[in-house]
């Protein structure tokens, strides 16, 4: 059977590319069967696209922040109607298991809803006091124009609506380049705002590769923000080409080697379940991933014991099925990348506890991993300790008291999100002062976040902006006003306005 084709949904109407290109989206579980087609874009798409959206920019503005906020709301109630048929979209194109799925869109719909709520609170700025009673001050926030939105395959649904939900309600045009490993999400998510009547040029999807579609956005001279998740590499790159534009700014976030710290009273079964799911959850491909256990080695041999054999047990497989804890890597670069480190583990001498790599394949040509876990002192010229692996493989490293967990944790080049699992406030609370990170939990694990809160991270895991409700800052510009409510002109600072 010939696989469906889908198209950009560009200017309020559904097209093919200009070039006439397209591209596959395959199942990772089955690669062999083809879920898609999608446009190739390239430059006379991505030009048409900013067209419609610099058009549609000061109609949307204009429209208000309220009634902005509404097409959220809409947007929201479509996606809880469609939360299953989404979520195993969400399984089958990401190969994410069937509960994280309906998790990743779950957060989109919390996401949705939390801009409608931003915008229905109607603040858009502040009033401020001024040494001369008789001015009023305020601060407006305008929005910035064009918004690019450059998203990964990882969490394909939730994170465009992190990065699209707050900056149209803040009167910003969106276009969103969805990964190239999962544009079915991106198809479904334009087809919420379709249904929901977004106004043509108000938020555009345009489908293709990293090059051909998501450098020129980034470039266009008619674009002012972009937000990009994704790798540390390109997401340097997008930086260089952004600096190079006087009206842009961006949102870099990427990776890290995040870490889970157990500390000598740490409720050990707490440990166990932080470390597991931080470790584990999306086969280790998430952002916050734990590729590092930091134990005390004064309770290192009960924690490792308990650990591993939990480890054994995590099923892995079908992404629908509900009983797996998580199915497959996204494509076969991820499989060999994982394999590489958990080689490199064993040429750089340290302990190998657990490969199940050799246990049979849920499918035979499907993307799979099966837990690793390695074990060894801390050294930060050892790469499997100190770069990102993106799959499920974790070194567990013994320290001594909680100043050496946090040192350790901190000589890495990242600083994503790390937690410490005990029971004293203290070595908690030294920990949240000392740990260079954007996200800290404690007895919790390292992955989880939702959008209330900043994300982001420090060192090489972005660029110091925090996404989700970190990007107001990003998404606006704020514009300085004073009224002179007198007849006369009094100006601040005792500076004179008589006419000599
Ligand atoms: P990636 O960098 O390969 O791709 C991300 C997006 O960038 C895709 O849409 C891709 O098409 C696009 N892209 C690639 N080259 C481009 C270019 N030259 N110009 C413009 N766009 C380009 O990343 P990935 O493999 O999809 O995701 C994995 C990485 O993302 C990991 O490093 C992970 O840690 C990171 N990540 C970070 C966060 C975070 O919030 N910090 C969240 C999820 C994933």
């Known amino acids: 059977m010939a696989a469906i084709r889908m198209h950009n949904f560009m200017n309020g109407v559904w097209c093919p590319s200009q070039g006439g290109d397209w591209f596959e989206s395959r199942d990772p ?46 947007v929201s109630r479509l996606m809880e109607e469609d939360l299953e048929p989404l979520a195993r979209i969400i399984a089958q194109e990401a190969g994410k298991q069937i509960n994280e799925a309906r998790a990743d869109a779950v957060e989109a719909i919390h996401t949705a ?42 969490f394909p649904v939730a994170l465009p609506f992190w990065l699209t939900g707050l900056s149209l309600v803040l009167g910003n045009c969106v ?48 674009t002012h923000v972009v937000l990009f998740t994704g790798s540390y590499e390109v997401g340097l790159r997008i930086k260089q080409e952004v600096a190079k534009h006087a009206h842009k700014v961006c949102t ?11 500390m000598e009273d740490a409720d050990l079964e707490m440990a166990v379940t932080a470390g597991l799911l931080s470790a584990f959850k999306t086969a280790g491909q998430r952002c916050v991933t734990a590729g590092r256990l930091l134990v005390d080695s004064r309770v290192a041999g009960r924690f490792t014991e308990r650990f591993v054999a939990s480890a054994k047990r995590v099923k892995v497989g079908n992404p629908m099925d509900e009983s797996c804890f998580y199915g497959t890597m996204i494509n076969q670069q991820g ?39 390695y074990a060894g002192p801390w050294r930060n010229d050892s790469v499997c300790l100190t770069e990102e692996a993106f799959s499920p493989h974790v070194g567990i490293v013994p320290v001594r008291g909680v100043e050496e967990a946090v040192a350790v944790y901190n000589d890495t080049k990242y600083g994503l999100s790390g937690s410490i699992i005990t029971e004293d406030y203290r070595k908690a609370k030294y920990a949240e002062e000392h740990m260079q990170c954007g996200i800290f939990y404690w007895n919790l694990p390292c992955i989880g976040a939702g959008v209330r809160l900043p994300f982001g991270g420090v060192k090489q895991s972005g660029n110091l902006i925090p996404s989700a409700a970190g990007l107001i800052p990003v998404l606006t510009h704020p514009k300085a006003v004073t009224y002179n409510l007198d007849r006369t002109i009094v100006m601040a600072q005792g500076l004179s306005a008589e006419i000599k």
């Open 252 to 262: 870099i976030e990427t990776g890290g080697k995040n870490a889970v710290l157990v």
């Open 29 to 74: 579980a089955h690669p062999g069967e083809v879920i898609g087609l999608f446009p190739q874009s390239g430059t006379a798409d991505i030009e048409e696209a900013v067209s419609a959206a610099d058009r549609a920019q000061e109609g949307w503005r204009s429209l208000g922040l309220v009634k902005r906020a509404e097409y959220l709301l809409r």
């Open 175 to 222: 276009i969103l380049k969805p990964s190239e490993y999962t544009p079915l999400c991106g198809t479904r998510i334009a087809g919420y705002f379709e249904q929901a009547g977004i106004p043509p040029g108000v938020f555009q999807v345009i489908h293709g590769a990293g090059e051909t579609a998501g450098a020129p956005l980034v470039a266009h001279p008619k």
């Open 335 to 373: 499989v060999e990348k994982g394999r590489r480190f958990n080689e490199l583990t064993r040429k750089e001498g340290f302990d190998v506890l657990l490969d199940r790599n050799d246990e049979p394949l849920p499918t035979p040509d499907g993307y799979w991993l099966r837990p690793f876990v």
């Open 113 to 154: 809803q939390y801009a409608f709520s931003f915008g229905h609170l109607g603040q858009y700025g502040r009033v401020l006091g001024d040494e001369v009673p008789t001015k009023r001050c305020y601060e407006v926030l305008e929005p910035r124009g064009v918004v690019v939105a450059i998203t990964p395959w990882n």
